[in-house]
C-alpha cells in the first residue's frame, strides 16, 4: 500500500519508503500478535486486544502535542522564525489531533466491553475529552485569516498553553478518583504488572505508531510547503497580470 | 495602474468564516467541558466508608459509591443482582436491577450509582473500575470458589 | 471471538484513520506540486 502511494507522492524520499515500509511491518505484527498471539486477560478476556492499539495511539498523540509545543517554542524563540518550525507544529498537531481521535473512539469501545459504558465523564475521560477538544482548536485557529507570521504566532501561543494539559491528563487518574484505570507501564512505582507477550505486542504498538507518525508527518510539512509555495507563486502571478493590465492601460 | 480587488472571481474562494465558526464551537464544547462535566468528574464517586461522612457523600442524595464487591456475597435472584460491597472495612448492601453483564464478578472494584434506601443500596447502574494489572488468562490459577479477579487479588 | 465486533472495530478505525490521513496528505502534495518547480522540493 505505502509503495503504491509513495510511486504517485511528491512528498517521497527514500528515507520516507524505508520509515513507511517498516512502519508497515511493525503494524502487521502488531495487528497479528494483538487479535491472535497474545492471551485473554484473567479478568478482562478478550477485550483487552483493544489496548494494543488505544494505549501506543494516546501515547504518539501526546507525543506529537509535545512536538507542537517545541516547535512552536523554536519558532517563536529563534531569530529567523523559520516557517520550517511553523509546518512541523501544525503537522504534529494534525496527526496528534488524528491519533486523540483514534485513543477516544477505541477507548469508548473498550470501556463498553469492560465498564459498561460507552463514555463516563470521570477524570480521565473529561480531560482527555477537553485536550482533543482544544487541538481542534489549535488547528482552527492555524486557519483563520491573516499572513503566515501571524498564523505562525497566533498558534504557537495556542500550541505552548495547550501542552500544560497534558501533564493534568496523564495524573488525572492519580490526582482525582477515576473510573478509568491508572497508568500500568508510566505509573510512579515503575513495578510494571503485565505479561510479557502483552507488553512486548504494546510496546511493538508504540513503535509502529511511531514510524506511522514520523512519516505523517514528514509527508505532511512538505504538503504544508507545497501549498505555502503554490500560494505565493499564484500571489505573484496575480500581481504581475495586474502590472501588466495597468502598464497597458 | 488598476489595484482595485477584483469583484469576479474565477478560483474557489477560502471559506473563510468556517475556522471562526468552528473556534466559537470550540469554545463552546470547552466551556461545557469544564462547568457541566470537570467540577462532577474530580470528584467522581464516595468510597464505601465516606457515605454519610464526607462532605458531598449525603445519604439522602443520588450518589456515585466504589468499592470492591465482596467474595461469596453475589447473588442473582428474580431478575436482580445483589452483593455486599467493601472499602477500608466498610461494607453496604447493594441491590441492581439486572445483571450487570460484561466483566462484573466478585472481587473487582466497582462504581454503583443509586440511592440509599433503608440501609440498601438500590443501584440502576453499576461500572467496573478495572485494575491495571493484566495476566494471562489460565486455568489453573482460578481457585475453585472465587472469580479470576479474586484469584488476581489474591496473587 | 467474544465482542470481535467492537475489538475488530477498534483495530478498523485505527488502521482506516491512519490510511485516510495518509490517502488525503499524498493527494493534496501531488496536487500542489504541480506548480512548485522541483528547485523549492528542497527535501529532493
Known sequence: ?249 | ?155 | MKDAGFILGSYFVTLGAILVFAFVTLRRAKESSQSVDEKDKTWL
Open chain 2, 1 to 155: 495602474m488598476d489595484l482595485t480587488p477584483r469583484t469576479s472571481e474565477t478560483s474557489r474562494k477560502p471559506r473563510r468564516w468556517l475556522p471562526i465558526v468552528l473556534l466559537s464551537l470550540v469554545g463552546l464544547g470547552g466551556i461545557v467541558i469544564v462547568t457541566q462535566f470537570l467540577t462532577s468528574a474530580i470528584d467522581y464517586y464516595c468510597n464505601v466508608d465516606e457515605i454519610g461522612v464526607r462532605s458531598g457523600c449525603k445519604e439522602s442524595t443520588r450518589l456515585r459509591v466504589q468499592g470492591t464487591v465482596e467474595q461469596g456475597s453475589l447473588q442473582k435472584t428474580g431478575g436482580k443482582t445483589s452483593f455486599v460491597m467493601s472499602f477500608n472495612n466498610k461494607s453496604i448492601n447493594v441491590v441492581y436491577a439486572g445483571d450487570p453483564g460484561g466483566v462484573f464478578q466478585e472481587c473487582i472494584s466497582v462504581v454503583a450509582h443509586g440511592r440509599m434506601i433503608d440501609g440498601t443500596f438500590e443501584s440502576n447502574r453499576i461500572e467496573v473500575k478495572h485494575s491495571n494489572e493484566y495476566a494471562e488468562k489460565n486455568a489453573d490459577r482460578l481457585n475453585s470458589s472465587g472469580s479470576a479477579a479474586c484469584s488476581q487479588a489474591q496473587g
Open chain 1, 1 to 249: 500500500m505505502s509503495q503504491v502511494l509513495q510511486r504517485t507522492s511528491a512528498t517521497g524520499t527514500r528515507a520516507t519508503k524505508v520509515i513507511g515500509a517498516l512502519a508497515i511491518l511493525v503494524m502487521v505484527w502488531v495487528v497479528v500478535s494483538g487479535l491472535i498471539l497474545t492471551p485473554q486477560d484473567v479478568v478482562q478476556g478478550e477485550s483487552v486486544r483493544i489496548m494494543y492499539v488505544h494505549v501506543p495511539s494516546a501515547w504518539i498523540a501526546y507525543l506529537a502535542f509535545i512536538f507542537t509545543a517545541v516547535a512552536s517554542a523554536s519558532w517563536l524563540i529563534s531569530k529567523k522564525h523559520s516557517m520550517g518550525f511553523d509546518r512541523f507544529a501544525g503537522a504534529s498537531a494534525e496527526v496528534g489531533v488524528m491519533f486523540m481521535a483514534i485513543t477516544l473512539i477505541t477507548g469508548s469501545l473498550w470501556g463498553r466491553l469492560t465498564w459498561g459504558e460507552f463514555w463516563q465523564w470521570d477524570p480521565r475521560l473529561t480531560t482527555t475529552a477537553f485536550l482533543f477538544v482544544t487541538y481542534v482548536g489549535y488547528l482552527a485557529v492555524r486557519r483563520l485569516e491573516g499572513s503566515a507570521e501571524q498564523r505562525a504566532r497566533r498558534s504557537a501561543v495556542v500550541a505552548m498553553l495547550a501542552v500544560l494539559e497534558i501533564p493534568l491528563v496523564h495524573f488525572s487518574v492519580v490526582l482525582w478518583r477515576s473510573l478509568h484505570q491508572g497508568a500500568t507501564v508510566l505509573n510512579p512505582n515503575g513495578d510494571v504488572k503485565m505479561d510479557d507477550l502483552m507488553l512486548f505486542t504494546l510496546f511493538s504498538g508504540v513503535v509502529a505508531f511511531t514510524l506511522v507518525f514520523v512519516w505523517l508527518v514528514l509527508h505532511r510539512q512538505r504538503t504544508m510547503l507545497l501549498v505555502d509555495i503554490a500560494n505565493r507563486q499564484g500571489l505573484d502571478a496575480a500581481i504581475a497580470a495586474r502590472k501588466t493590465e495597468g502598464s497597458v492601460r
